[in-house]
């Protein structure tokens, strides 16, 4: 069938609406705001589609999705697979962002992981691959009288009870292993949780460092490097240890690199992810201005609204006033007149020990000898502690997002930042706009052998990330947050997505894709649906755009008004044909019939401004703009 065939749609306002719409073609249903234009695409066709398909899985299946009413419509014959892209917004989870929505990020990982040249970030050389003899040296340069263990690293994060490595290490005549830090003797039984990941590292010897023992270490760290693929760790007791390949470490110092990997490169992994902020790029922290919104008030008149509540038997409040005591702070000074040093003791902590003694409320004699903790510190301690959803709510409010002091946003671990391609890391990748990133890849040049192996890498990169420049998202970095992106940025990347699919024989109902995008690039995006039409499908697309509507292939116009008044096909056929029918009030206006005018006369406002000062969210340059009041003022630019 070449055609989806509707009878008796009633679905919302829809008045029992029959109508015809032709497969393999793009096709734009428009009307007035609350016509029923996406009651008939997405709660009807759509709507439709989606519960036969759940029809279609078995009862076990379809346990787990729920149930999916019927539509209020008679019948609809000739239905495909059907997928949805609205304007929703992708994802609010702080680790999703552009480059993982799109799976760039993962194809990204792989190249580094493939073709990276890790770097030394002491001595700025590239790492290449020691010796044995080589690291014997290196750990000879040990102070001597240091005790030693050589261990083989046999198991990095990996799931499952690990029996016949430990029956094999038996056999060979190891007595000891380390597993995840705990040394373990394999003449006990060894059970470790199926599910859970473990670290392994066999015990190949125990050295105490001095002049003699250059053969029996050279035997211990060859031994170690046959066991566990070229690694060794050398375990110094009281102090790091020290990890060392035959492939990857400096020849200047203990910097060694493991075997690269895909999941080094990943921030949602414990493998890549900054071991402080654990990946997400920042770290919530007290903010002064939010516990002391006003500083005017003293701290006797609860300038810090943490502690505002508290009366004057608390043990925070108690041990404050011993502080201020002790170090002279005037507790009715309003804050704004405390010196800095003396405000930094009050929220961060005092210097010396000191002794609190006092009793509470209820006559309990509470004694402490210890330094104080300072109320910001004592608030960000408790957050981290608490297991109470409502205590961590409560002080969110007083909470802002800095970036990682360890690593400066960027989520992963310093030395995957010191693998680079062309002297870049993955995450300057990530910091270029899509447009800039395209060009990167367009004109890179490696080697024959970093050429072969990358080819079809980059190919996928290259090919994703000319869809989204085709869809106008050329200005996105691949390390935009998710949670960031307006509507219609988000449809727009699912777009992108799916044309990147390249699947044929789907229904795509869109909702307004045009939305928030510039008129210069709005013919990339038409060119986009018109390449996932020529590909064999269907796109029914909900739209006001008069630049899509005229290029459709077949126009339906809904209406003739909103709600009640709303509700039927006041015109279908060739967007020709509907300007040329006169129950179609889109028709008149795409034929210039209709026009909306330019008004002679502008407001002039009321003389009163809002100013923003310093503004730099995403890429703005530390910008100062007015606004006038009064006025119906827009803000407009190129993506």
């Not at 793009?26 to 759509?46: D, E, H, Q, W």
């Not at 900054?274 to 701290?299: T, W």
Request: charged share 25%; proline share 3%.
């Amino acid at each position: 069938m070449d055609k989806i065939i509707i009878k008796g749609a009633r679905e919302n306002n829809l008045k029992n609406i029959d109508i015809e719409i032709p497969k393999n073609k793009l096709v734009v249903m428009t009307g007035v705001s609350g016509s029923g234009k996406s009651s008939l695409a997405f709660n009807t066709i759509y709507a439709e589609g989606q519960r036969r398909y759940v029809d279609s899985l078995s009862a076990y299946a379809r346990q787990f999705l729920g149930n999916f009413e019927k539509p209020d419509v008679d019948s609809i014959e000739g239905l495909s697979p059907s997928i949805s892209i609205d304007q929703k917004t992708t994802n609010n989870n702080p680790r999703s962002t552009v480059g993982t929505i799109t799976e760039i990020y993962d194809y990204l990982r792989l190249l580094y992981a493939r073709i990276g040249i890790p770097y030394c970030p002491n001595h700025g050389v590239e790492i290449s691959s020691q010796s044995i003899e080589e690291m014997v040296n290196k750990v000879l340069e040990l102070e001597v009288g240091t005790k030693i263990m050589v261990c083989a690293p046999v198991v990095r994060g990996e799931k499952g009870t690990h029996k016949d490595l430990f029956d094999d290490l038996r056999k060979s005549g190891f007595t000891r292993v380390k597993v995840n830090g705990d040394t373990l003797d394999l003449s006990d039984e060894i059970n470790l949780e199926k599910n859970k990941k473990s670290n392994i590292d066999v015990i190949i010897d125990r050295l105490v460092i001095k002049e003699d023992i250059r053969s029996r270490l050279f035997e211990s760290i060859e031994t170690s490097c046959k066991l566990a693929d070229g690694k060794v760790i050398i375990d110094v007791i009281g102090d790091k240890e020290i990890l060392m390949s035959e492939s990857l470490a400096c020849p200047y110092c203990n910097f060694s690199i493991p075997e690269l990997e895909p999941r080094m490169f990943s921030f949602n992994s414990p493998f890549g992810a900054c071991p402080s902020c654990k990946g997400l790029g920042f770290k919530l922290k007290i903010d002064e201005d939010l516990i002391i919104p006003n500083k005017k008030l003293s701290l006797n008149e609860n300038a810090i609204i943490p502690l505002s509540n508290m009366d004057d038997f608390n043990i925070y409040r108690k041990m404050l006033e011993i502080v201020c005591n002790h170090y002279s702070i005037d507790m009715n000074k309003p804050i704004e007149d405390l010196k800095r040093k003396e405000l930094d003791i009050v929220l961060y902590g005092s210097p010396d020990i000191l002794t609190f003694d006092f009793y509470t409320r209820s006559g309990n004699h509470m004694h402490r000898v210890e330094a104080y903790e300072g109320i910001s510190n004592n608030l960000e301690r408790r957050y981290m502690e608490t297991n109470s959803s409502f205590i961590r709510e409560w002080l969110e409010r007083y909470m802002t997002e800095l970036p990682c002091s360890e690593c400066s946003g960027t989520r992963l671990k310093s030395e995957m930042l010191n693998v680079k391609i062309k002297n870049k890391n993955i995450y300057d990748l990530c910091n270029m706009s899509i447009r800039d990133l395209y060009s990167f890849f367009d004109n890179i040049k490696l080697n024959k052998e970093q050429t072969e192996i990358s080819k079809l890498i980059i190919k996928d990169i290259k090919d994703r990330l000319h869809f989204l420049i085709n869809v106008g998202l050329e200005y996105l970095t691949l390390n935009r947050s998710a949670g960031t992106l307006s509507g219609g940025e988000a449809q727009r990347i699912r777009l992108a997505t799916q044309i990147g699919s390249k699947l044929s024989g789907i229904l795509y109902v869109l909702d307004e894709p045009s939305i928030g995008l510039h008129q210069k690039d709005n013919q990339k995006l038409i060119n986009s649906l018109l390449e996932m039409r020529d590909l064999g499908n269907t796109l029914i697309v909900v739209e006001h755009d008069s630049e899509t509507m005229l290029q459709a292939d077949y126009l339906i116009d809904i209406g003739p008004a909103s709600g009640v008044h709303g509700g039927y096909v006041m015109a279908a056929g060739t967007p020709s044909e509907v300007m040329n029918n006169d129950n179609s009030i889109t028709g008149k206006y795409l034929s210039g019939k209709l026009k909306i005018d330019v008004p002679k006369k502008r407001r002039k406002g009321n003389g009163k401004f809002i100013e923003l000062k310093g503004c730099k969210e995403n890429n703005l340059k530390n910008i100062n703009v007015s606004f006038p009041l009064g006025t119906f003022t827009c803000v407009t630019g190129i993506r």
